[in-house]
T-cell receptor, first 116, second 112 residues
Framework: DGGITQSPKYLFRKEGQNVTLSCEQN?????MYWYRQDPGQGLRLIYY???????QKGDIAEGYSVSREKKESFPLTVTSAQKNPTAFYLC???????????????FGEGSRLTVL | EDQVTQSPEALRLQEGESSSLNCSYT??????LFWYRQDPGKGPEFLFT???AGEEKEKERLKATLTKKESFLHITAPKPEDSATYLC?????????????FGGGTRLMVKP
């Protein structure tokens, strides 16, 4: 079955450590995204990518980094510079039509990061 | 700046008690309005896309409508399995990359 796989589902980190969240898709989608969700708040965009080796900052990119070396993979690193990293992280993908991102996103199951 | 406000934040219904969720938006040039359903601890699941005022979409007990300032998600005779958080998002023609702006969601609880 096609879909998006995120791992790990739960992750605990000590302050000062970098952690990397994995996101893999087999939908053959061009665009991939990382969102952050905090309780009672909407999803906020961290980074997005339309093609391999290219990505753009979203609204809250500070303290995060990404790479897009393969179409299927879009890992997110939460660095020690992120001041409040405890959150639910969601990876998504979508098709791109005529250079425009569609709003119909396919999401993974999410990764919950807790900083101790 | 695009803005999306959803109300109420939480809604408790008895099974069979119909109601509506509201999504008010401010956007410069609406490209599309999207509804998603999110179960606890899961990623959102796409429900509907609406493109222009007057448009309606239906799926089982859900119907989404759109005006120039807001969208409603009508739930007819809800069942406990409809319990979830419903998210609304807008996409504008004018923002860089046409990224979505999400509202805070409405948490719906349907009791048997």
């Amino acid at each position: 079955d096609g879909g998006i796989t995120q791992s790990p589902k739960y992750l605990f980190r000590k302050e000062g450590q970098n952690v990397t969240l994995s996101c893999e898709q087999n939908l053959n989608h061009d665009a991939m995204y990382w969102y952050r969700q905090d309780p009672g708040q909407g999803l906020r965009l961290i980074y997005y990518s339309q093609i391999v080796n290219d990505f753009q900052k979203g609204d809250i990119a500070e303290g995060y980094s990404v790479s897009r070396e393969k179409k299927e993979s879009f890992p997110l690193t939460v660095t020690s510079a992120q001041k409040n990293p405890t959150a639910f992280y969601l990876c998504a993908s979508s098709i791109v039509t005529a250079g425009t991102y569609t709003g119909e996103l396919f999401f993974g199951e999410g990764s919950r990061l807790t900083v101790l | 700046e695009d803005q999306v406000t959803q109300s109420p934040e939480a809604l408790r219904l008895q099974e069979g008690e119909s109601s509506s969720l509201n999504c008010s938006y401010t956007v410069s040039g609406l490209r599309g309005l999207f509804w998603y359903r999110q179960d606890p601890g899961k990623g959102p699941e796409f429900l509907f896309t609406l493109y222009s005022a007057g448009e309606e979409k239906e799926k089982e007990r859900l119907k989404a409508t759109l005006t120039k300032k807001e969208s409603f998600l009508h739930i007819t005779a809800p069942k406990p399995e409809d319990s979830a958080t419903y998210l609304c998002a807008v996409q504008s023609h004018n923002n860089a990359g046409n990224m979505l702006t999400f509202g805070g969601g409405t948490r719906l609880m349907v009791k048997p």
